[in-house]
């Protein structure tokens, strides 16, 4: 929108200009996502998550309805006390705390997701859902990566027990994802930079949940996630629920459903099993037609092996 200047002849409209010019100058500022770096330290990134960002972060959650197709967008801030799920009663303590609140910029709007801190060579990897580092494709083109990832193992009512581990390098996401928004794909995984004590994330945490594949479906699996805005950790258990109907016509391993009624900000949250020390799968839709279960893609050598080599 252009501007016109104001003509001498109507010193009033320029006095009630300048007093609300005034005005806007006197409200407290909160910079935008877009007046930030587009490649930012990860001091930069640090800084950007301020506690107050955190709290108004939205959660990211993923859809699909009866024909397969996917939607990626912010949800609501919604009460914990109507899902599936308890509180865990110390995140801090390892295994819980492998698991942590993921801070996102994606499309310019400020969201979160969950995450787990997996055993790796580097000790410095992070697994979540693949639309939580990528939208998916848009209008016949591939999808946007995320920016300003932040993630806070054990993060529990604002506290970073361990610190916060920014993003290094760049986000991963299988094709599957990126070009198809195909759900059976929808994998994401990132290296981490150490935290501001410069301690790596494995050795922060004494460890991480280390990744299985290819194994039977029915397992029994304890779900772990931020849902609905909760800033506390919460958890699900659960059997094996079968397959999602829907993504057995997709191409790739179809995905796994367990009873768990996940609110948006679980995105993302791992899977454990054998008592926390190994992942194998983790939470990345709701279908519109069954609210009563979770699903996520199972765990192959094909998918979560594919995406996670060399890290």
């Known amino acids: 929108m252009r501007g016109h200047p104001i003509s001498p002849r109507r010193p009033v409209a320029a006095v009630i200009a300048l007093a609300l010019a005034l005005v806007v100058l006197a409200l407290p500022a909160r910079p935008a996502a877009a ?9 930069q990134v640090e800084r950007f998550w301020t506690p107050q960002r955190m709290a108004a ?3 990211l959650e993923m859809t699909v309805d009866r024909g397969g197709h996917t939607d990626v967008h912010l949800g609501a801030h919604q009460a ?3 899902a599936s799920y308890s ?16 801070f996102v910029v994606q499309n310019g709007e400020e969201g979160f997701c969950s995450a787990t801190a997996i055993d790796s060579p580097t000790r410095s990897l992070v697994l979540t859902a693949g639309h939580c580092v990528n939208t998916g494709p848009e209008k016949g083109h591939g999808g946007i990566w995320s920016e300003y990832l932040e993630f806070v193992p054990g993060f529990n009512l604002g506290s970073a027990p361990y610190g916060s581990f920014v993003l290094s390098g760049r986000p991963r996401a299988l094709p599957g994802w990126t070009r198809d928004g195909n759900p ?6 990132f290296l981490v930079e150490p935290n501001a004590a410069g301690v790596r994330l494995e050795d922060a945490l004494g460890g991480g ?3 299985v594949t290819d194994l039977g479906h029915k397992q029994r699996f304890e779900a772990f996630g ?5 800033e506390r950790m919460r958890t699900c258990t659960s059997g094996y629920a079968g397959q999602d109907p829907v993504t057995i016509t997709l191409p790739g391993p179809p995905t796994v459903g367990i009873r768990c009624h996940w609110a948006p900000g679980a995105s993302g949250g791992g899977w454990l099993i054998d008592g926390g020390q190994e992942i194998d799968g983790l939470t990345t839709y709701l279908r ?3 609210k009563s279960l979770s699903f996520g893609p199972y765990f192959s050598a094909t998918t979560v092996g594919r995406l996670v080599a060399g890290l």
Request: charged share 15%.
């Open 35 to 43: 007046a930030w770096p587009s490649s930012p330290t990860p001091r």
């Open 57 to 59: 972060a939205r959660p």
């Open 80 to 82: 914990a006390a109507r």
């Open 87 to 102: 509180v865990v009663a110390s995140p801090e303590v390892p295994p819980y705390a492998w698991n942590g609140q993921l």
């Open 184 to 189: 059976d794909y929808d994998l994401g995984a």
């Open 209 to 211: 949940a280390t990744i």
């Open 226 to 230: 931020y849902p609905g805005g909760t």
């Open 288 to 290: 519109t037609d069954e």
